[in-house]
């Protein structure tokens, strides 16, 4: 006899049964998916960075490269985002065409069904660069390689359905889509009305067993066009055809969309952005049963299935998109606020140019330097759904500040909109992507740190399990052991965050010759034991009502996601061979996330309800309260002049964009910034001799015959960048055309009659 399991565990396991609240069928599927990675090494509170540093960097293969260099950009010169999106309302057909034969939808399948077989970190940098030149085609091209049949036909499907739907959708064939959002339900997919009740029908001629489907669905993107429809219902067998169990839960399908009943809806408008996106219904549509993904045997496993595919792809798409974004506000950015001049010098000389410009530039090293650990994790076959959920959430919030910042530095060049106007399409775009695959708002207040709490934590699953084990003795025995392994943790975690606060982290580990960055490692090493104390304090005084506190949530989801994303800088600057130039966009970043981190600790122990546990901890963790003030005016001058004078660290922030060498306004952007960079000393000289004519300065002897050409051209392609679109009246409204019309005709009218 164990006196300590028999005794006192016992009576643990006992009252924690009691209280521990109940967990739905899809709340404990969304925490089993997927699995864990450096979000684990986080939550013990003392990450191993060597760990982190040996993680392989994420690189492409030879044929992906290829890949990226020829298809990929042939499709970015066939794109003009301004007639996509205002002209065509559409793809043109010869895009379309081009995307199939490609096989652009076909590039998460294996080579044996046809498809390209590229890895994670490929699907991204194809989107990224498709990105950058037109939202439209990068979210026809990323999903479906992102949530839809392609993804769940290959972890899921049976080896017949393998074979006949993949080459189909490699080759495109077959446009997929997948039709989970319920108009009743929203993100709540417990809630989802649509249903799918087993009975015995025809198909094809024969009598077989199958499913009569009922579906309203809305929001999917590529379903106006798709001719198979990925389908998430609620499976019944109220006849018990297939076993004893009635009610069997989430099940997904695949529906063609030629068969009888289904009915695909008009075209949505999101934000104005005109990729195909529509509603779709179904009415007594039956098919087989073989039409299951996974067959019989994956009946109510839909859901499991989705938060597992959800766990990757989200981690990819919409990150892609915007560090793409990201990176282009960036390189537009500094190139218009270089050669924009107000005053007589350039704006991004203004201080106050300077600090979105340092945001901008700083946040693009960011989110860049997140998508590409993660998808170093995806490379190596993890699948981590909280690192997924932090990557959508903080890379389409990012990518709106810096939107933002762009559009305010750009002025009325980003506001008129027109063929010239590279910013206002993206700008428009944000919003979507903020609220798709999951809204953010759901995602930072329940999401990150409800399922990272269980998911990453060392014992906190393995407790839960226990306490819902039906076998009360194996379950004690499990918890017993996991129970006393947890105390111990969190009592080392106590002494270890409590003498790396009180030291301000200065034996806290960093990696061997780490060199001016090994401060930044001792900070983090000392916020994540924080983390973890705060953490467990939180869990073990408010138990399950933790996850309906969901401003505490946040918070703490918010450390977690600053512990991951400086994580990320780190990595990319030692991948990067620790370029001293781009120093200082780390220094930003280490900066701005240690004020958001110590900003919500304070905002934890202000309104933890246990106010001795609060005050215990602050004494413990932030006994001068909240220090972090952010970058300094020397780091926020250093940031924007990445961004602000040719150079490799500005290519190296802003990599493989879309540049076509055309004559669109980026081409020319591009053009004008280097003509003036080059010319820097002229125009110095130019507005030191208070002259503008360049006659006058070569009779002067201020500048040459040589220095004025340049200067003229300079010039030039600046007045080119900053030109805005026009139109004529009758172009922008038919009402205009109509009344233009009728004051000729009245006008003729009344000359006839005098």
Request: proline share 5%.
């Amino acid at each position: 006899m164990s006196f300590r399991r028999d005794v006192i565990s016992k009576l643990i396991f006992s009252w924690a049964r009691r209280v521990l609240p109940s967990m739905s069928d899809t709340e404990r599927e969304a925490l089993e998916a997927g699995d864990v990675w450096w979000d684990a090494d986080l939550f013990t509170g003392n990450p191993d960075w060597a760990k982190l540093l040996a993680t392989a960097p994420a690189t492409l293969t030879a044929e992906e490269e290829a890949f990226l260099n020829g298809p990929v950009d042939e499709l970015c010169a066939m794109l003009d985002d301004w007639k996509i999106n205002w002209t065509w309302r559409d793809l043109p057909p010869e895009v379309w065409t081009f995307i199939k034969q490609k096989k652009f939808f076909g590039m998460i399948i294996p080579t044996e069904y046809g498809g390209l077989g590229f890895s994670p970190y490929a699907h991204s940098e194809v989107v990224r660069k498709i990105s950058s030149r037109s939202l439209t085609a990068a979210v026809t091209v990323m999903v479906p390689n992102s949530l839809g049949p392609g993804e769940l036909l290959m972890r899921f499907g049976t080896r017949d359905q393998q074979q006949k739907w993949l080459p189909r959708l490699a080759d495109g064939h077959e446009i997929p889509c997948f039709g989970l959002t319920s108009p009743e339900a929203g993100s709540d997919a417990a809630s989802m009305v649509d249903t799918g009740i087993i009975c015995k029908g025809t198909f094809e001629g024969s009598e077989v067993t199958g499913l009569r489907l009922n579906w309203h669905k809305r929001y999917i993107t590529l379903g106006p066009v798709a001719t198979l429809l990925g389908l998430a219902f609620k499976a019944y067998d109220p006849d018990h055809l297939v076993g004893s169990q009635e009610d069997l839960g989430i099940t997904v399908a695949l529906i063609p969309t030629d068969l009888p009943g289904v009915s695909i809806g008009r075209r949505h408008l999101p934000a104005m952005q005109v990729f195909q996106n529509g509603p779709n219904w179904g009415k007594d549509v039956f098919i087989p049963l073989d039409y299951v993904i996974g067959g019989k045997e994956r009946l109510g496993q839909g859901w499991k299935m989705l938060m597992t595919a959800l766990a990757a792809g989200r981690g990819i798409s919409l990150p892609s998109l915007s560090a793409a974004g990201a990176a282009f506000a960036a390189r537009t950015t500094g190139a218009y606020a270089r050669v924009r001049e107000q005053f007589g010098i350039p704006i991004g000389k203004f201080e106050g140019i300077e600090e979105p410009l340092a945001r901008i530039a700083s946040t693009a090293y960011l989110i860049d330097a997140a998508r590409r650990l993660t998808c170093a994790a995806l490379n190596e076959g993890h699948h981590p759904a909280v690192i997924s959920g932090i990557m959508k959430l903080h890379a389409t919030e990012r990518l709106r500040t810096v939107i933002d910042d762009a559009m305010d530095i750009h002025g009325g060049k980003a506001v008129i909109d027109g063929p010239q106007n590279y910013l206002g399409n993206l700008y428009r775009g944000v919003p979507v992507s903020i609220t798709v695959e999951g809204a953010n708002i759901l995602t930072r207040n329940l999401i990150i740190f409800g399922q990272g709490a269980v998911r990453a934590h060392p014992y906190l699953l393995r407790e839960m399990n226990a306490l819902g084990d039906t076998d009360k003795a194996r379950g004690l025995d499990t918890f017993d052991k996991a129970f006393w392994a947890h105390v111990v943790h969190s009592i080392t975690n106590l002494f270890r965050a409590w003498g790396r606060s009180w030291s301000w982290g200065a034996f806290a580990p960093a990696p061997e010759d780490a060199g001016p960055v090994t401060d930044f490692y001792r900070q983090l090493s000392r916020y994540a034991s924080a983390f973890a104390l705060c953490a467990d304090m939180a869990l073990l005084t408010l138990g399950g009502k933790l996850k309906r506190k969901e401003m505490l949530s946040a918070r703490f989801g918010d450390i977690l996601s600053e512990l991951y994303l400086l994580s990320a800088v780190l990595k990319r600057w030692h991948d990067e061979g620790r370029q001293e130039i781009d120093l200082p966009a780390v220094q930003w970043c280490m900066a701005t996330g240690f004020r958001t981190i110590e900003q919500r600790f304070a905002d934890i122990l202000a309104n933890l309800p246990n106010r001795v546990v609060a005050i215990m901890l602050k004494i413990m963790i932030q006994p001068m309260g909240a220090r972090g003030r952010g970058p300094s005016d020397k780091v926020v001058h250093a940031c924007a002049q990445l961004v602000l004078e040719p150079s490799v660290a500005r290519d190296r922030l802003t990599p493989d964009l879309s540049q076509v060498d055309d004559d669109n306004s980026v081409a020319r952007l591009e053009k004008a910034f280097l003509l003036v960079t080059a010319a820097e000393d002229v125009f110095r000289r130019m507005r030191a001799a208070h002259l503008h004519d360049t006659d006058a300065a070569i009779k002067q002897g201020v500048i040459t015959p040589v220095e004025a050409e340049q200067y003229k051209a300079a010039h030039e392609a600046v007045l080119r960048v900053i030109e805005v679109d026009d139109f004529a009246p009758e172009a922008l409204s038919p009402l205009k055309k109509a009344i233009g019309m009728q004051i000729v005709q009245e006008r003729s009218e009344s000359r006839a009659a005098g």
